[in-house]
């Protein structure tokens, strides 16, 4: 049964805590990461990443298309497929190699360019600008439910 979870992330420490979450509760499975630019999903996946144990700087894969990770044994591939014209494209970079890879974390930002290439999410986050921009909203979409009871411990009121 799937749910949705909304949260209000005031600041970059609201999004740091929810990155916590998420590491804690989510490691293996697909990830959309949804919004327009600037809405906050790199910076997500920044937190998330780190939280899994990442050192240093996280780039955007906006060029590469792909960044992989191994943390802790772990094998972590962050997609940006904003810069795709057509989801072929993933096919002949050889998506398949990375899509098989065991117990494995796929995040992917403008997952709606990967078309049939890339599989569904497990859990899907919108995060939406509030009209002054100071603030966002992510909505959390799953089917997961040793996320959504830590969801509904660290935000009793999701």
Known sequence: MSYSFNITLNNEDDTQALAQVLAQSFNTGVVYLIGDLGAGKTTLTRYYLQNLGHQGAVKSP????VEPYNLKGQDIFHFDLYRLNDPYE?????????????????????????GEEIPQADLIIEILKSEDEL??????TSNNEILKQALESHYPHG
Do not use: H, Q, V
């Not at 096919?91 to 992917?108: H, Q, S, V």
């Open 62 to 65: 906006t060029y590469t298309i």
């Open 90 to 114: 993933l096919e002949l970079m050889g998506i398949r190699d990375y899509l098989e890879t065991p117990n494995a974390l796929f995040l992917f930002e403008w997952p709606s360019k990967g």
């Open 135 to 140: 603030t966002r909203t992510a909505t959390l």
